[in-house]
């Protein structure tokens, strides 16, 4: 898998979650879980294009890093777990 393939992916996991967060229920739980998992979701794209970005490896690392909290955040607001 290359770098372009996994923009596209991270681009399409934004807006299926988008689509998805659209049948959460209409109460403060629902909308409160939607933005965060919304929020989060779009960080993956974000920070994955800026990782592809930087300069040094480290840099790299510190962007790829930070992908994969916001991954992680995705899931957990997700499953509720």
Do not use: W
């Not at 739980?29 to 930087?54: C, D, H, M, P, W």
Request: glycine share 6%; hydrophobic share 35%; aromatic share 8%.
């Amino acid at each position: 898998m290359d770098g372009q393939e996994l923009q596209s992916r991270t681009k399409k996991f934004h807006v299926d979650v988008i689509k998805l967060c659209e049948d959460f229920p209409r109460n403060a739980a629902g909308f409160e879980t939607a933005k965060q998992l919304i929020r989060s979701a779009g960080s993956v794209g974000a920070n994955y294009r800026a990782s592809v970005r930087a300069k040094s490896p480290a840099d790299f690392l510190y962007k790829i890093e930070v992908v994969l909290e916001e991954a992680d955040e995705s899931h957990l607001a997700r499953s509720g777990k």
